[in-house]
């Protein structure tokens, strides 16, 4: 099975403009998360969606959005971005039943720098 | 809320075996699980404890005690490879809501 993808891998945005990236599940995974990981906060979890629904969300600001679709690819978007969302958005699926429901699976990450 | 505190750093060498304590203060609690991040990669998963006990996956081991809100990961024969951090992360839903631990860089000496 291929694993979770993301992208892009790389963005570097200016302050004040928006971005979107991508996350395409493990094939059958439904529920895909986010988090964002940096050196002073370490990993903090944003979202988590399940059959196109947010089903968890995180302490973060409403510039930071997502989505999922019927097929589960998730995207998530940061409007009028800040110095301080320089990180690295990880994404993770899980499928929800069977012996390895408890276990997320993570993409590579994409590593956004704002200038 | 969620809370965990593990220690930020710990070096042994190869061949030992090293522990790495988390603690949790959670309003709700749905199994304590360990990922390990290589630097430059994301982070893998190693276990799972829902239940009070032992867990043991080949070189690697992750405890459970609820009554004390703790747990820990056990890694045996240590290899060079070893070397990243290791996250502990507990839900306190039956969703896929991960709150992590500062992590713990182990670094393995020759």
């Known amino acids: 099975k291929a694993g979770v993808t993301q992208t892009p891998r790389y963005l570097i945005k200016t302050r004040g403009q928006q971005v979107t990236l991508s996350c395409s599940p493990i094939?059958?995974?439904?529920?895909v998360s986010w988090y964002q990981q940096t050196p002073g906060q370490g990993l903090q979890f944003l979202f988590e969606y399940f059959s196109e629904t947010q089903r968890n969300k995180g302490n973060f600001p409403g510039r930071f959005s997502g989505r999922q679709f019927s097929n589960s690819r998730s995207e998530m978007n940061v409007s009028t971005l800040e110095l301080g969302d320089s990180a690295l958005y990880l994404c993770a699926s899980s499928s929800v039943s069977g012996r390895t429901a408890d276990t997320q699976y993570f993409g590579p990450g994409t590593r956004l720098t704002v200038l | 809320g969620q809370s965990l505190e593990q220690p930020s750093e710990v070096t042994a060498v190869e061949g030992a075996i090293v522990q790495i304590n988390c603690t949790y203060q959670?309003?709700?609690?749905?199994?304590l699980s360990w990922y390990q991040q290589h630097d430059g990669g994301a982070p893998t998963f190693l276990s799972y404890n829902a239940l009070d006990g032992l867990e043991e996956t080949g070189r690697f081991s992750s405890f459970l005690s609820r009554s004390d809100s703790y747990g820990y990961l056990l890694l045996q024969e240590l290899q060079m490879k070893d070397s990243a951090s290791y996250f502990c992360a507990t839900r306190e839903n039956a969703g896929n809501m991960l709150t992590f631990g500062g992590g713990t860089r182990l670094m393995v000496k020759p």
């Open positions: 094939s059958g995974h439904r529920s």
């Open positions: 959670t309003s709700g609690f749905y199994g």
